[in-house]
């Protein structure tokens, strides 16, 4: 049984930091891209920052390049995100994901399973 958890958001004043933690079961997680995505309040969601197999990172989302970073730790079960310099626009369920293969895509026809969300507010 694959089970994908988010934890970590909060509210947090622009410009600070947070570091999402993705802890993943059922599987082994170094055989698969993690993915995580973000829906915005009025907005579709969309791919943030994927992370293959090989510890390739891919970015869907231009403006957060430079600003959030995908790691994993295998002994741990768990995929990261660190998100630095956070924007109000950054506001958003953040969704962690299981694509089906090794390599990223950013689409959500390539996710086979979904954690639950956690919710990250940039305001002053």
């Known amino acids: 049984q694959v089970h994908l958890v988010e934890s970590g958001g909060g509210l947090v004043q622009p410009g600070e930091s947070l570091r999402l933690s993705c802890v993943a079961s059922?599987?082994?997680?170094?055989?698969?891209?993690i993915i995580w995505f973000r829906q915005a309040p009025g907005s579709e969601r969309e791919g943030v920052l994927c992370?293959?197999?090989?510890?390739?990172?891919?970015y869907y989302s231009d403006s957060v390049v430079g600003r959030f970073t995908i790691s994993r730790d295998n002994a741990k079960n768990t995929v990261y995100l660190q998100m630095n310099s956070l924007k109000p626009e950054d506001t958003a369920v953040y969704y962690c994901?299981?694509?089906?293969?090794?390599?990223?895509?950013?689409?959500?026809?390539?996710?086979?399973?979904w954690g639950q969300g956690t919710q990250v507010t940039v305001s002053s």
């Open positions: 994901a299981r694509e089906k293969y090794y390599y990223c895509s950013g689409y959500e026809s390539s996710v086979d399973s």
């Open positions: 059922g599987f082994t997680l170094d055989d698969y891209a």
């Open positions: 992370l293959s197999s090989n510890d390739v990172g891919t």
